[in-house]
Nanobody, 120 residues
Framework: QVQLAESGGGLVQPGGSLRLSCAAT????????AGWYRQAPGKQRELVGR???????TYADSVKGRFAISRDKTKNTVYLQMNNLKPEDTAVYYC??????????????WGQGTQVTVSS
């Protein structure tokens, strides 16, 4: 069993930064695929970005150039660095885990989510 725990959310002013963490525990593959998603009130969940087993990353157009995903293999933790935050980035952010790279949303394990609010 793999469990994910997100942290790092909070309230930030427009233009500010936050770093979200997603710590994986349990029976973890040494190299795994991860995804970051978000869901704003009244909207569908959307993909923010992916981290593949090769450590390559892809991002949604809405966050490209502002957000970056990375991992610390020694801590089994994946990060989402969010810079130049905008009010439209306000959402609950979720991380997801898969043993192998996925084509869409076929992640095996999801975190509980962490709230990010961008407001002045």
């Amino acid at each position: 069993q793999v469990q994910l725990a997100e942290s790092g959310g909070g309230l930030v002013q427009p233009g500010g930064s936050l770093r979200l963490s997603c710590a994986a525990t349990g029976s973890i593959w040494s190299i795994y695929a991860a995804g970051w998603y978000r869901q704003a009130p009244g909207k569908q969940r959307e993909l923010v970005g992916r981290l593949r087993t090769t450590d390559s990353t892809t991002y949604a157009d809405s966050v490209k150039g502002r957000f970056a995903i990375s991992r610390d293999k020694t801590k089994n933790t994946v990060y989402l660095q969010m810079n130049n935050l905008k009010p439209e980035d306000t959402a609950v952010y979720y991380c997801a885990y898969a043993e192998y790279d996925v084509l869409s949303d076929e992640y095996e394990v999801w975190g509980q989510g962490t709230q990010v609010t961008v407001s002045s």
